[in-house]
């Protein structure tokens, strides 16, 4: 009998996925970016007022109510705006409705591994640039490609930093491919790549709740491009992918922005703290525009993260990208957990140092 591994789409082969989850509840999980500062207010509204006993019904097909709603937030049109459950869904969709077997999607390393994961699942044949020693992009290298689809991430998740507004303009512009820009973080920095995204025929932004609107558990991403690009998903994407009850909480989320936006401040000073206490102990800790630091481990990366574990402390171990050898990514919380992190911490870097 066939085995199932034999049965398997055979790009699938190469396919490795990181295993993300943890659920530990006592764990401290500084190894996803998700908003530590607290959950959403909106839920708790939402969840007041909310019709439960509507749950029988079908939500919206293409949660028109968040679409209208991110419409008017960004100033665009509500066909400009798809939603997904969580923007790890329209990565998929994007490669699901423009990639053809073989096609090249064309990424900087290191960058956020699920574009490479949803392109090799989708039977896209994959190019990776390095990034320059400074972590600036590539773009003649990314260009070289010509690729069908380029995936950047701004600011780039694991190094922490923003590209250049010129080089992200000049492959959007220069591009004959989808150039999909993912600004997952963007909440966290001061510039966003939207309007460059908007002013090229073939750019797609991508955004989170996950990250500073506190969400994650509760599944919400959106992409924002132009209609005929947006058209074109949605003839892709799961209908009714969406469920009522986030929908509701989403756009709670955006009527009540104020909670956003006070929370990056306080995640901005506590990643200062943290960046100053981590140099002290002798990591080289990236200049960050995002809610977590990127650091080179003054020990060895692998063995720190495995001890934090066994210590009930979860940050990321960068050391297999390319350039990052040492180096680990930890999400910056309130002080509490960073005293905590720091305190279990400080004996392990001493230790191995003395
Ligand atoms: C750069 C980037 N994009 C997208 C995602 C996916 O976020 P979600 O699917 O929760 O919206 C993440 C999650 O860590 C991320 O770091």
């Not at 260009?143 to 689809?149: F, R, T, Y």
């Not at 909670?259 to 102990?281: C, D, F, I, P, Q």
Request: negative net charge; contains cysteine.
């Amino acid at each position: 009998m066939t085995s199932a591994g034999e049965l398997r789409r055979r790009a699938l082969e190469t396919l490795s996925r990181p295993s993300y989850s943890l659920t530990n509840k006592d764990m401290l999980l500084l190894n996803d970016n998700a908003n530590l500062f607290g959950v959403n207010p909106a839920v708790e509204a939402v969840a007041e007022a909310f019709d439960f006993t509507r749950l029988w019904a079908y939500p919206s097909e293409n949660s028109d109510v968040l679409r209208d709603r991110l419409a008017s937030e960004y100033g665009v049109s509500s066909d400009e705006v798809i939603v997904g459950n969580g923007s790890d869904e329209l990565l998929d969709v994007v490669c699901k409705t423009f990639i053809n077997q073989c096609d090249v999607m064309c990424q900087p390393t290191p960058t956020f591994s699920m574009y490479k994961f949803y392109a090799t699942v989708n039977l896209a044949s994959i190019r990776e640039k390095a990034l320059l020693a400074d972590f600036s992009l590539p773009v003649d290298a990314i260009l070289g490609e010509e690729a069908k689809l380029i995936a950047l991430c701004q600011p780039n998740n694991p190094t922490a930093n923003l590209f250049d507004a010129r080089d992200v303009g000049r492959v959007l512009c220069e591009s004959d491919g989808i150039v999909l820009v993912d600004e997952a973080y963007g909440d966290f920095c001061a510039s966003s790549a939207l309007d460059a995204v908007l002013g090229c025929e073939r750019g797609i932004d991508v955004r989170t709740f996950s990250k500073a609107y506190g969400i994650a558990g509760l599944r919400a991403g959106f992409s924002i491009a132009r209609k005929e690009l947006v058209d074109e998903m949605r003839r892709v994407r799961t209908p009714f992918g969406l469920n009522s009850f986030t929908e509701a909480v989403a756009v709670a989320a955006l009527d009540n922005i104020k909670w956003m936006t006070e929370k990056v401040a306080e995640m901005k000073a506590e990643r200062s703290y943290l960046a100053g206490k981590l140099n002290s102990l002798g990591f080289i800790v990236q200049a960050s525009e995002c809610n977590f630091l990127l650091c080179k481990s003054p020990v060895e990366g692998p063995g720190l993260v495995k001890d934090l574990r066994e210590r009930g402390i979860a940050i990321r171990d960068c050391g297999a990208y390319p350039m990052l050898k040492d180096h680990v990514r930890v999400t910056i919380g309130p002080r509490p957990m960073m005293a905590r992190f720091l305190e279990v911490l400080e004996p392990m870097v001493s230790k191995e140092m003395s």
